[in-house]
């Protein structure tokens, strides 16, 4: 996964601009207590964060 889709996988389940506050703000524990953009900072995998992302916001799997 590149980083272009993990934004738009989170655009659509965080619409109206909130996916970009979220990925500021919110600390995920499976990424070991960093936020989305920590994250992408510190070049943990695309696929990696989504997932976290998924488990976080307990997304059905069909956007797993």
Known sequence: ???VELWQRMGEVLPGGYASVWADQVVLADL????????????????????AVWRQLKLPDRLR
């Open 32 to 51: 070991g207590g960093r936020t989305v953009r920590e994250a992408l900072a510190a070049a943990v995998p695309c696929k990696r964060i989504w997932r």
């Open 1 to 3: 996964m590149r980083e």
